[in-house]
């Protein structure tokens, strides 16, 4: 799945958690002791002991998923936490802990965060304050290729289903999963803006692809052809992102860029906001102003950001991402994890230690 | 109808009705000669190898064992350098522009004068999307990737690697002095299968020199003297560099069996057909010449079953059978060198 290829780990020693925490299983949550420490380091909110895969926010606080490398004797890799921003090292939360979690990922909405366990195919739910106890199961016995949540539901591009399609499942109590389209090709990516679900979809490999649209809540048939050369590369994260007007993308080759269209599509060949760029891995609109995550030498990630009325390439903002999907945005900084280790897919010998930041938005009004 | 097909119903016609006064250089069937060139077995590598290039100066070769050497034609076996050694073996390999260039498994291309590598092979760039076949041409490597043809200097790539042309896979890539060709194809984003059989002769800048739909795919490419050559099927084309569009390519060889690996020097053409080399003059091909016995290796880099100098063809002979040793992971033939 994009976006966590990363997450392929190897067989390695775990570092840090302790034997009672391994012992834990799927449902257990006191694994809180040892994942993270605070940092006395400016802009630092604490050091975690796992390699940080993806990272959200809400008003209060702060959640990751993170892993370590794959080990012999079954000891969980995968975990997901939350903390405080305001204090996050004494204020740790674990919602889930398993033994592999590559397609795993997570949103948070409405009090409750919402996560896959592709362990156990299933779409999981607690409160942000703490599972106390199991954690709630809204649908069990499925996968996909690419996965969106909006404040109601999940929406999913089915990985069994041939020719694929794209369902929703309800978040707010269990319930059937409805069908929204079919989605022809492959899909690596949906997202979701007011009443449209959008999705990337490759109908010939090592083509150029179609960013497609229908109505989320499946009471259309007809497809949109939103975009037709979008270029999609397995070799990398790929991301769709939209703002009030747009949609934009991640051309995620070596020599890469962003492109836009409009969200109802471009007439002709779609609009480059910036290029060339190595790799473009993650997209963030924030008002007027692009955050993207991309390669600066082999599995070495970093974000930029750009003014979107005039978008150029700058110095990054910060450097050594842990992987590239580990940014997030509230309304007065960025939040991201870095790491001074190999992140390769080489790396099968040494567990990550990785620092989440807190750094201000760029200031465009600046001299 | 095509441009190309169009040519092709008129050759087709004229040879019915006897009017041959255009076809200036028009195809004849290639019988080989009966007095085959002497081959002899070159000196220096004595394993397999999977492609062998030359200039001036020296001779190079990817061992079927990993390894990416040259030597001094003049004493190749006393002159031997060693550019690379890998355990799991370059997976191609090109020579031009005065450097060296090979990938390794990780699809990381490295580069080395051709004189030898400083204390380390440079590394030029590594790209996981990297497709099968390096090009090198004055200082630069090129290489088709996802999408892109892309290129590098020699010395190693900025943070991107240049965009030499968009949404174009290149199969073959050729050069004269001031551009570049290729053919390739771009696949529909809509789903419909690509056009196998389209081939487009494209300069670096500008549009396409021509897109046609021959009976067969493309396969090779070459320029010289002002001309871009190509093969389909068993048969040789060309039209000129300066005005490919204007007019329908000529038929230059029909051969017995498909024609590939077209390489030119400054009065021949050369091409590999049913297991042999075989060449031609550029202008009045009446009649090929076969260079080799029919014993080519069908293996290795297609583009470096053999190499041509001012004097020589070097070329890779298919090792006999029964085999007396264990085959390298990378296999190909021994070399031979043969008088032009």
Redesign the interface.
């Known amino acids: 799945m994009d976006g966590a290829q990363v997450n392929i780990r190897r067989l390695s020693i775990l570092l840090t958690l302790s034997p009672l925490a391994l012992a834990c299983g799927a449902s257990t949550v006191d694994l809180d002791a040892t994942v993270m420490q605070s940092s006395n380091e400016p802009g630092v909110l604490g050091i975690v002991h796992e390699r940080v895969e993806q990272i959200a926010v809400d008003d209060e606080r702060l959640y990751w998923s993170g892993s370590h490398l794959l080990r012999t004797d079954g000891a969980n890799t995968w975990f997901l936490h939350s903390c405080q921003k305001s204090n996050c090292a004494s204020t740790l939360v674990t919602y889930d802990a398993q033994g592999s979690g590559a397609d795993n990922f997570f949103s948070v909405s409405g009090g409750e965060i919402y996560w896959y366990r592709s362990y156990s195919r299933a779409l999981l739910s607690c409160p942000i304050a703490g599972c106390n106890g199991t954690p709630g199961t809204l649908a069990t016995d499925f996968g996909f290729s690419a996965g969106a949540f909006d404040g109601d539901s999940f929406y999913f591009s089915d990985a069994q289903s041939i020719p694929q399609v794209i369902d929703s499942l309800p978040l707010l109590e269990p319930g059937p999963r409805q069908p929204v389209a079919a989605a022809?090709?492959s899909v690596h990516k949906v997202v979701i803006r007011d009443a449209y679900a959008y999705w990337q979809s490759e109908?010939?490999t090592?083509?150029?692809?179609?960013l497609m649209r229908t109505r989320k809540d499946g009471s259309s048939s007809a497809l949109e052809i939103i975009a037709?050369?979008?270029?999609h590369?397995n070799?990398?994260g790929f991301d769709l992102t939209t703002d009030a007007n747009s949609i934009y993308w991640t051309?995620n080759?070596?020599?890469?860029s962003i492109h836009r269209c409009p969200l109802t599509g471009c007439s002709g060949a779609s609009e480059q906001v910036l290029a060339?760029?190595?790799a473009p891995q993650g997209l963030l609109v924030d008002g007027s102003e692009l955050y993207y995550t991309h390669e600066?030498?082999?599995y070495e990630y970093a974000l930029s950001s750009c003014s979107l009325s005039a978008c150029a390439q700058s110095l990054p903002l910060i450097e050594h991402l842990d992987a590239p999907d580990v940014v997030a945005l509230d309304d007065q900084y960025v939040y991201a994890a870095t790491t001074e280790q190999d992140v390769s897919p080489n790396n099968f010998e040494t567990d990550t230690i990785a620092k989440i930041h807190r750094l201000p938005k760029p200031d465009r009004g600046a001299p | 109808m095509t441009r190309l097909s169009l040519s092709l119903g008129s050759l087709g016609f004229c040879w019915l009705t006897g009017c041959a006064g255009r076809a200036v250089d028009l195809d004849h069937a290639a019988p080989a000669s009966s007095a085959l060139p002497s081959s002899d077995p070159f000196v220096a590598p004595t394993d397999e190898s999977s492609g062998v290039w030359v200039d001036d100066q020296r001779l190079y070769w990817l061992s079927g064992f990993g390894r990416v050497q040259s030597c001094l034609k003049l004493d190749c076996e006393h002159t031997r350098r060693t550019y690379a050694q890998l355990n799991q073996g370059p997976i191609t390999a090109t020579v031009g522009g005065g450097h060296v260039y090979w990938t390794s498994s990780q699809l990381t291309i490295f580069s080395c004068p051709v004189e030898g590598c400083a204390a380390e092979p440079v590394t030029v760039?590594?790209?996981?999307?990297f497709r099968n076949t390096l090009f090198a041409d004055r200082g630069y490597v090129y290489w088709s990737?996802?999408?892109?043809i892309?290129r590098c200097p020699a010395s190693g790539c900025a943070?991107?690697?240049?965009?030499v042309a968009q949404?174009v896979?290149a199969d073959y890539l050729v050069f004269d002095d001031t551009r570049a060709y290729w053919s390739g194809f771009?696949?529909?984003?809509?789903?419909?299968e690509?056009p196998q059989n389209l081939t487009a002769p494209v300069p670096v800048e500008g549009a396409p020199l021509g897109k046609a739909a021959p009976p067969a795919p493309m396969q090779s490419l070459a320029v010289g003297a002002g001309y871009l050559y190509w093969t389909t099927g068993n048969q040789v084309f060309r039209c000129p560099t300066a005005s490919c569009n204007a007019a329908p390519p000529t038929l230059l060889v029909t051969g017995e069996a498909p024609i590939t690996s077209l390489k030119l020097d400054d009065s021949a053409m050369y091409w590999l057909e049913t297991d042999s080399i075989h060449s031609c003059p550029l202008f009045g091909c009446e009649q090929s010449r076969a260079l080799t016995p029919a014993k080519v290796t069908h293996e290795g880099i297609e583009s470096a079953r053999y190499a041509i100098d001012a004097s020589y063809l070097y070329w890779l002979e298919a090792p006999d059978e029964p085999r007396t040793t264990t085959r390298p992971p990378m296999p190909g033939g021994i070399i031979r060198r043969t008088a032009k």
């Open positions: 022809p090709g109908l010939n090592g083509s150029e692809s179609l037709n050369d979008v270029k590369s070799d990398h051309n080759q070596l020599a890469g060339p760029l190595r600066t030498k082999p | 760039v590594r790209d996981p999307a990737s996802d999408f892109d892309y943070t991107t690697p240049e965009v949404s896979h771009s696949a529909p984003s809509d789903g419909s690509p």
